[in-house]
């Protein structure tokens, strides 16, 4: 697959549909392929740096999810939403 940057077409397109909580899709899982889960593993794939600002903003959201309120694993315990947090935690 061809890399692209945040000012790639393939980066720019999907940065400028974060809403403005942060997510993509309305959510962090679902709509599944358009949800922040998603397109942040679509943007990982094609080189956006989890370091771009939308990039880091989705991942805090999908994290938060991961982690829920009390800190502890919760429903969002899927190896995507992993691979995500792998990914964030790389760069924070």
Same mark, same amino acid.
């Given at each position: 697959?061809?890399? %692209?940057?945040?000012?790639?077409?393939?980066?720019?397109?999907?940065?400028?549909? %974060?809403?403005?909580?942060?997510?993509?899709?309305?959510?962090?899982?679902?709509?599944?392929?358009?949800?922040?889960?998603?397109?942040?593993?679509?943007?990982?794939?094609?080189?956006?740096?989890?370091?771009?600002?939308?990039?880091?903003?989705?991942?805090? %959201?999908?994290?938060?999810?991961?982690?829920?309120?009390?800190?502890?694993?919760?429903?969002?315990?899927?190896?995507?939403?992993?691979?995500?947090?792998?990914?964030?935690?790389? %760069?924070?």
């Amino acid at each position: 697959m061809a890399r %692209q940057d945040a000012n790639g077409r393939w980066g720019a397109q999907s940065l400028v549909r %974060q809403n403005s909580e942060g997510y993509w899709g309305g959510g962090i899982y679902s709509p599944k392929w358009t949800s922040t889960t998603y397109t942040l593993l679509t943007l990982y794939s094609i080189g956006i740096p989890p370091d771009c600002a939308p990039a880091r903003r989705g991942a805090e %959201q999908v994290v938060g999810g991961l982690l829920g309120e009390t800190g502890g694993l919760s429903r969002w315990n899927t190896l995507r939403s992993l691979q995500v947090l792998r990914w964030w935690e790389g %760069q924070a």
